[in-house]
């Protein structure tokens, strides 16, 4: 990186630090607070969305649906999350890859499974056999955000399902009187005011979430974990230009720091929120903000 | 494909026909990057190591297109096994266990051996507390030889459960011992005797990919044949290493 750093064991500490701080491999750790931060700015969202497509089913008036909704939500919520991790993400990419060689290679007729072997067509691949690095870095990362968003949306459509029905029911009936439809009530009365009973239960998985991103680790995602292991292990001098000891613990102290840091700075902003949403509620908290001298 | 293997089949078994298929595709290379001085990563972030060396070497006698790829050792096999990528070349032993789910081309390193590294000169081999990485030979060995065996997902974890104290001592390949206890100053130190394990180090490959084997072998063995790979195995390993 510096122009000093050609002979770093001749280097004093704070000139040896920063050459050694500024290595490839360290460029690769930085990028993976990126891919956490990135992890969690995508998957927020998406759980939401699913959360409250699963909300909506689970409180369906048409059976089936209404099956689908809490199907999804006790499945999901009953298994271990790292059982579901290794399970869903190889069945998916399996599954993806069998569904491209049934429409890319028809006249393929050796079986796809050949004793523990899973053999698809060079063409049926995903993604393709001769991709660059970073699309199959892209591949696996898209894989598992999925995954995160499909295993927290069953938990935020848990806590949006409780919080449809936290909503007083004189509120529903003042828009019915009005001459709403259901889905009018549904859309302008129930939805904004369900978020003040929902956010505690959706800032309690937003810090699970944040939590939960080592599990990265485990979809194959170098993520910060990985490279906190790989870059505090002893590092003999024939192998690297920066040997040093088993520093893991000090790289292990920088995630935890790291970790603390983010999630107080989601408690603060979780509370502006909430006392935003509470603003003009029928709760405890909406009156409270109401009496308070202006 | 099958019209390859039936091809194949008629002709008889040869390792040119192989290239058919193999051509155009790039053939991705499965390592852990945790070995030294097998596989490592080095400072600017790239896999390094013997296995690279001699992964790329082969790939360009047998023309064909590479690419690395880092693994966690725990799903190594498995990841191969569901075409994640095609080889495995990662310090891996050769066994009769692993060649019922993969198989192996000619070893590129010959049988070596394994050994036990203690903080202090003295412990029990046979009844005290063994390190060793999960999956290896080494763990299975220690495993029937009386010793409690402490496993660990990574060969760094092993060594630090020797200097921490939670292991009396560690077993693995003598070849990654050899610098840590070198580079330990005096702390670690090789006890008992060398245990040789395994029919040496050879690259893995899914059973369905015979061509691909057949032409992995034919680039070893050439390399065996002009001392490319003895060169090779004396740079990484010192000068009394083992050789063919």
Known sequence: MFSFCTDPSTLDTFRWFSCYLTTGVHMSFYISFFKVLLLLAVTAPVALGFGFLGAMAARATFAPIRWIGKTYIALVRGVPDIAFFLFFVIALDQGIEYVRQKVLCPDWDEPIRQGNDFVVCQAAKMPLGNAAQWVHETYGFALAVFTFAIVFGAFAANVLFGAMRAVPRPQLETGEAYGMSQRQTFWRILVPQMWVYALPGLSNLWMVLIKATPLLFLLGVEDIVYWARELGGTKTPRFTDYPHGDWRMWYFLGLLVFYLCFTRVSEIALDRLMSRLTRGQATAGGEAQRKAPA | ?244
């Open chain 2, 1 to 244: 494909m099958k019209r390859i293997l039936i091809t194949t089949a008629v002709i008889a078994v040869s390792a040119g026909i192989a290239f058919a298929d193999s051509h155009g595709k790039t053939i991705r290379m499965g390592t852990e990057g945790a070995y030294p001085p097998y596989n490592f990563i080095n400072d600017n972030g790239e896999v390094d190591g013997f296995e690279r060396e001699l992964g790329d070497e082969l790939c360009l006698r047998a023309q064909l297109t590479c690419e690395w790829v880092k693994n966690d050792w725990d799903s190594i096999i498995p990841n191969l096994v569901s075409s994640n990528y095609d080889t495995i070349m990662a310090g891996m032993s050769i066994t009769d266990e692993r060649d019922e789910v993969i198989d192996f081309t000619q070893n590129y390193y010959p049988p070596t051996a394994s050994a036990f590294v203690a903080a202090a000169e003295g412990v029990d081999l046979s009844g005290g507390i063994v390190a060793a990485q999960t999956a290896t030979i080494q763990a299975g060995y220690v495993a029937e030889s009386g010793a409690t065996l402490v496993e660990f997902a990574t060969p760094e974890e092993t060594i630090a459960a020797v200097r921490n104290g939670e292991a009396d001592a560690v077993f693995a390949d003598k070849d990654f011992l050899v610098p840590i206890v070198e580079e330990s100053s005096g702390d670690l130190m090789f006890v008992g005797d060398d245990v040789p394990l395994g029919g040496g180090i050879g690259m893995g490959l899914r059973e369905s990919d015979a061509e691909l084997k057949e032409t992995f072998d034919a680039a070893i063995t050439s390399m065996k044949e002009d001392g490319t790979l003895n060169t090779m195995l004396k740079k990484w390993f010192g000068e009394d290493t083992t050789t063919y």
